[in-house]
Structure formats: C-alpha cells, structure tokens
C-alpha cells in the first residue's frame, strides 16, 4: 500500500532558498542512502553527524516525551532537507527520523557541509536562510500547539493539509491525501478519541465535511478563526 505522503506538495519544499548553482555544489558531495519504509534515518539521543536530501520518498519527525508518546513535528517530502548539525554544546539529534515509505537519501557529511560552506560565500548566505525558514516552520507549529488548546492546533492542521495536499472545489477545499485520526492525533499531540470527537464538532458546525477518512474544508475562514491564523504564506503553512 502506497505511503499517502509522498503525493506532490503543492506548498513547495524547504529547499527553495537555494540557488540551483549552490544547491548543486551540495549535491557534489552527498552519497546516497537507500532506507525501506519503517526504518529509522536516525534516532533521537544519537550524535548527530549529516544532513539529509530526500531525494524519493516520505519521512516523518517525531518528538519522544519521557511517557513515550510521540509528537509528529514535520513531514517531509520529496525535495525537502532536514537534519540535525552538532556544535560544541548540543551534539546530538533532537529527533527521530522514519522512512514512511521507501526513501532515497542524499547525505551531506557534516565535515563536508562546513569546507563548502567556508568555501562558498553565496551557499552559506542560502544555507543561513534555509536554516532561518526551519526554525521560523518550528515556531508557527509550537504556536499552534500551545497557545490554543486542541482545537486550535487540529484546525491549524487541517489548514496545513488544504496548503499541501488540498485541491480547490469552488469555496471548498478537498484532501487528497487520508490521514487516520490516530496520525492527525499524534501531530497535535492527542487521542484518536479526541480527534473523532473534534472533527464531529466540526462537521456538525459545518465547518467541514467528513466521510470515510476524507476530509472537506467547507468554512476556512471559520477555521482560521479558531487557530487565529496569522496568514503565513503557504510554503511556512504545511506539514
């Protein structure tokens, strides 16, 4: 069964500060990786030594909290960047990567990212600015989270959803990609139960549209209201 994240993100990837001249001297020196869907890139705790293109495929970041709940932080796409670089205090991943389906990987060595960069005037202006668009992503989730209770973090998710996988139906916005109610709990760090009860809240308000797992934004406006949506462009707005 194919991965249902690895359909096209109509929000753009975060590679997208990178001139294609420097975004190629990054690819120079990446050797690739293949990882099966299930596996781990790297797991949280672990010193963190590379970066990571994914080339082909879908991963999931996740937070652990000391209860062993997992918090899902980010999805990635094909086109996408991530991973951890270690300084002299923080050494190593704060998170976990999944492959969620089979994935091809380029992977930067953390020593040769830093000769390029030293060597790059150009690339390490774009690198600052990739590195700026990830903590600025980071941000906007940690607002959703805890500044407006559940429903406001499940509303801001479904905004997500409508940037990267929603297509227009006049005033509607339907999905294209099924997440489970346990998959939209754990990006908002919550119940399956929870979840189920929201979206029914939801749908009798009419502010969407729910059956068999695919979700319709009839309202977005009343959506944005409730996450007081501050209008980032959809490129920050995405899973």
């Not at 991973?83 to 040769?112: F, M, P, R, W």
């Amino acid at each position: 069964m194919e991965c249902p994240m690895i359909s096209k993100n109509t929000a753009g990837y975060n590679t997208q500060s990178f001139a294609s001249e420097n975004f190629s001297k990054l690819k120079g020196v990446m050797y690739e990786r293949h990882v099966p869907r299930g596996e781990k890139i790297y797991w949280e705790g672990e010193e963190c030594q590379h970066i990571y293109f994914l080339k082909q495929g879908a991963v999931k970041l996740t937070k652990s909290s000391d209860e062993g709940k997992d918090l899902v932080l980010y999805y990635f796409q094909s086109g996408d960047l991530f991973g951890d670089l270690k300084d002299d205090v923080h050494i190593t991943n704060s998170y976990t990567a999944e492959a969620i389906s089979d994935c091809t990987l380029g992977v930067i060595q953390q020593k040769d990212l830093e000769t390029l960069l030293w060597q790059n005037g150009d690339l390490a202006i774009d690198f600052m600015k990739w590195l700026g668009y990830m903590q600025r992503f980071l941000q906007t989730k940690l607002r959703d989270l805890l500044f407006f209770g559940k429903n406001g973090a499940l509303a801001s998710t479904l905004i997500r959803m409508s940037n990267t996988y929603g297509v227009s139906e006049g005033n509607k916005v339907r999905f294209t990609n099924r997440l489970t109610n346990s998959e939209l709990g754990d990006l908002i760090g919550s119940t399956r139960e929870t979840v189920n009860r929201m979206l029914n809240q939801l749908k009798r308000e009419e502010i969407i549209d729910y059956e068999g797992g695919v979700i319709t934004i009839r309202d977005i406006d009343r959506l944005k209201a409730i996450c007081h949506c501050e209008g980032c462009p959809s490129s920050i707005c995405r899973l």
